[in-house]
């Protein structure tokens, strides 16, 4: 691949993952929805759901590093958004909460 097409590849792939990263979370908590993430098998969550948050852990704190600079030059107030979702929410899920919690 010729360096333009990469250098184009890695600015879409940049943008896809900070839009992505981006939306909005559902403002309201259903019952339902809360009752039915309870019933997550602990053994799914301890063999699949885990090391899958440790995989996006170590993602989300990779892709921090380049999101943060820019957000650190362009808006210095906003920072701890991106940590957040690419690195807190992640970790939080993988070693905080309780397994068959989600």
């Given at each position: 691949m010729s360096r333009r097409i990469r250098g184009w590849v890695a600015v879409l792939t940049t943008a896809v993952v900070m839009l992505g990263g981006a939306a909005p979370a559902l403002a309201f908590v259903d019952?339902?929805?809360e009752a039915e993430q309870k019933k997550t098998p602990?053994?799914?969550d301890a063999l699949?759901?885990?090391p899958l948050g440790l995989v996006l852990t170590a993602g989300g704190a990779v892709l921090f590093?380049?999101?943060g600079a820019v957000v650190g030059l362009t808006r210095?107030?906003?920072i701890g958004k991106p940590f957040k979702a690419l690195v807190a929410n992640p970790f939080r899920y993988t070693f905080m909460d309780p397994l068959g919690a989600h």
């Open positions: 019952e339902g929805l602990v053994l799914f699949f759901l885990r590093v380049p999101t210095p107030t906003d």
